[in-house]
């Protein structure tokens, strides 16, 4: 099944402490996003990658992370997460500009 | 810069009803993809339709029907004979092709639908 996975799904850290969002897709699609969804906002991006090695930042990088080693896996990072991080995020991926995108489940993030 | 206006924030119809979700987009590039996702309580967004630039025709799926039209830059979308599972947040969203390598998707602010029985 052609799908976009997330991980962890539920996640509740303090600020400060280091973690990672996994998201892995099985499309074999070059393209891949992370995008944050806020009440009354949106989604808005945060990072993009148009294949391995290659990342550029989004309209709300700041204080995120992510790499793109292999064509699958697109981790988002949280080097020192703040309460205003919180947010419900979502990992995209596509296979070329314009085409539709495909969304894994979401991980919603509680920073206290 | 591409913009979406979902200027609904929220509908709340009685089953059966028909409803009508708007969506005002604005960009420069004649090369563009207009896009409806649904977001069930669930949380996940169920992609619905995407439609490019060139073609403005109607598209009817089942009880849905989106009218896309060029000369007002809308993009609406109609739920016929609504039904208690078309409650959602539903998003219209413009991905631009010549914006460079990104083409992001941009997104509305989203309409939440409530259907009552």
């Known amino acids: 099944e052609a799908q976009v996975t997330q991980n962890p799904r539920y996640l509740i850290t303090v600020t400060g402490k280091k973690l990672t969002v996994t998201c892995s897709q099985n499309?074999?699609?070059?393209?891949m996003s992370w995008y944050r969804q806020d009440p009354g906002l949106g989604l808005r991006q945060i990072y993009y990658?148009?294949?391995?090695?290659?990342?550029d930042k989004g309209d709300v990088p700041e204080g995120y992370k992510v790499s793109r080693k292999e064509k699958r896996n697109f981790p988002l990072i949280l080097e020192s997460p703040s309460p205003n991080q919180t947010s419900l995020y979502f990992c995209?991926?596509?296979?070329?500009?314009?085409?539709?995108?495909?969304f894994g489940p979401g991980t919603r993030l509680l920073v206290l | 810069a591409q913009k979406v206006t979902q200027a609904q924030t929220e509908i709340s119809v009685v089953e059966k009803e028909d409803v009508t979700l708007d969506c005002v987009y604005e960009?420069?590039?004649?090369?563009?993809?207009l896009f409806w996702y649904k977001q069930p309580p669930s949380g996940e967004l169920v992609f619905l339709i995407r439609r490019n630039s060139f073609d403005e025709q109607n598209e009817i799926s089942g009880r849905y029907s989106w009218n896309f039209q060029k000369s007002t830059s809308s993009f609406n979308f109609t739920i016929t004979a609504s039904q208690v599972v078309d409650s959602a947040v539903y998003f219209c969203?413009?991905?631009?092709?010549?914006?460079?390598?990104?083409?992001?998707?941009?997104f509305g602010k989203g309409i939440t639908l409530s259907v009552r029985p």
């Open positions: 960009t420069r590039d004649t090369t563009y993809y």
């Open positions: 990658s148009m294949n391995v090695e290659v990342t």
């Open positions: 499309m074999n699609h070059e393209y």
């Open positions: 969203a413009l991905s631009e092709v010549h914006s460079g390598a990104n083409s992001k998707l941009t």
């Open positions: 995209a991926s596509r296979r070329r500009p314009g085409e539709t995108q495909y």
